[in-house]
C-alpha cells in the first residue's frame, strides 16, 4: 500500500475516534483487527475482531466528555505507520484508580497501525 494512503487512513481514523464516531473508526477497519494497548510497559487490553473492538470502542467512548489525540510526528515503514501522539482527555466518569469525572488527562504515546487488505489490521497504542 502507498504510504501515502496509509496515513491518510490512519488521519481519518484519528479524526474519527477524537469525534467519538466509532462507526466511522470501524469503517476503517479490517475484519481480524488485532488491538493492544500498553501503559508503563504491560498489556492492559488486548482484542481480536471487530465485535470486540466495538464493545472496547463503545466502553471507551462512555469514559470520556472529552478526548483528542494530536499527532505530532510520523515514521512509515513497509506496510505500518507509526504516529507520536499528544493525548488529552477529560472523563465523563469516576474510574476505579481514583481519578474523578471532569479531570484532566494529558500524556504522550504512540500508536502503530499495520494494514492488510488497505484496511487497518493492527493497532498497538503505547503510553
Same mark, same amino acid.
Not at 493492544?36 to 466528555?65: C, H, P, Q, Y
Given at each position: 500500500?502507498?504510504?501515502m494512503k496509509m496515513k491518510d487512513?490512519?488521519?481519518?481514523?484519528?479524526?474519527?475516534?477524537?469525534?467519538?464516531?466509532?462507526?466511522?473508526?470501524?469503517?476503517?477497519?479490517?475484519?481480524?483487527?488485532?488491538?493492544? =494497548?500498553?501503559?508503563?510497559?504491560?498489556?492492559?487490553?488486548?482484542? *481480536? !475482531?471487530?465485535?470486540? @473492538?466495538?464493545?472496547?470502542? /463503545? +466502553?471507551?467512548?462512555?469514559?470520556?466528555?472529552?478526548?483528542?489525540?494530536?499527532?505530532?510526528?510520523?515514521?512509515?515503514?513497509?506496510?505500518?505507520?507509526?504516529?507520536?501522539?499528544?493525548?488529552?482527555?477529560?472523563?465523563?466518569?469516576?474510574?476505579? =484508580?481514583?481519578?474523578?469525572?471532569?479531570?484532566?488527562?494529558?500524556? *504522550? !504515546?504512540?500508536?502503530? @497501525?499495520?494494514?492488510?487488505? /488497505? +484496511?487497518?489490521?493492527?493497532?498497538?497504542?503505547?503510553?
Amino acid at each position: 500500500m502507498h504510504p501515502m494512503k496509509m496515513k491518510d487512513i490512519v488521519e481519518k481514523y484519528v479524526r474519527a475516534y477524537n469525534s467519538f464516531d466509532i462507526e466511522g473508526m470501524i469503517a476503517l477497519l479490517h475484519e481480524e483487527i488485532e488491538f493492544r =494497548n500498553s501503559s508503563s510497559g504491560s498489556v492492559d487490553v488486548e482484542t *481480536k !475482531g471487530i465485535e470486540k @473492538f466495538r464493545e472496547i470502542a /463503545e +466502553k471507551s467512548k462512555s469514559l470520556f466528555s472529552y478526548r483528542c489525540q494530536t499527532i505530532v510526528g510520523y515514521s512509515l515503514e513497509d506496510d505500518k505507520v507509526q504516529v507520536e501522539i499528544d493525548y488529552e482527555g477529560i472523563l465523563a466518569t469516576d474510574l476505579p =484508580n481514583g481519578m474523578k469525572a471532569g479531570e484532566r488527562i494529558q500524556m *504522550k !504515546g504512540k500508536s502503530i @497501525f499495520e494494514f492488510r487488505d /488497505e +484496511k487497518i489490521a493492527v493497532i498497538e497504542d503505547y503510553s
